[in-house]
C-alpha cells in the first residue's frame, strides 16, 4: 500500500495468546540479523494492511491471526518506509520461524523487554504489553 507520496506500509503484528506476546528473532539484513521484532512485513500494492498483516503471519510463522486494533503511532523507518503495528489475536496454528527469523518466544509482560527488540518496535511492545493482564 503506497500512502500518501509514495510510502510503503510495513506492518507489525503484536500477537496476544493467553497473557503473552509473540516475538521473532530477524535473519537478514545483516543490521537487523539477531534483533527481536513483532513480525509483519511490507503491504503490496493494492492489499488492505489488515489483510498484508494476516498473509505474513502466515508465510512467516505458519499461524492462522486476526488483526484487532491498531495501535497508536507510526514510525518513520525512512523516506518511503513507514511502521504501523496492530494488536493480533492468534486464531490457529504454533508459530515457527518458517521465514525470515530464526527463532520465536512468547513472552510474558514480565519478561517483554528480556530481549533485544528494534528500537522502532518498543513503543508498540510497550503499549500492547499493558493489556496483557487482562487477557
Ligand atoms: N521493520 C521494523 N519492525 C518490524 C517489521 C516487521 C519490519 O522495523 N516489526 C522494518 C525492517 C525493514 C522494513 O521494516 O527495514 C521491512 O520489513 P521486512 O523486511 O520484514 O518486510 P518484507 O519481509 O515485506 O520485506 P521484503 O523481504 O523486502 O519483501
Known sequence: MT???ERTVVVAGAVCHEGRLLAAR???PAALAGRWELPGGKVEPGESPEHALTRELREELGIETE???RLPGEWQLNGRL???AWEVRLLKG???PLQDHDA???LTSEQAFDVDWLEQDIPFVRDVVARLRSY
Request: net charge neutral.
Open 3 to 5: 500512502d500518501g507520496v
Open 26 to 28: 530477524r535473519t537478514a
Open 67 to 69: 488483526p484487532l486494533e
Open 82 to 84: 513507514v511502521l504501523r
Open 94 to 96: 504454533e508459530a515457527q
Open 104 to 106: 520465536v518466544r512468547w
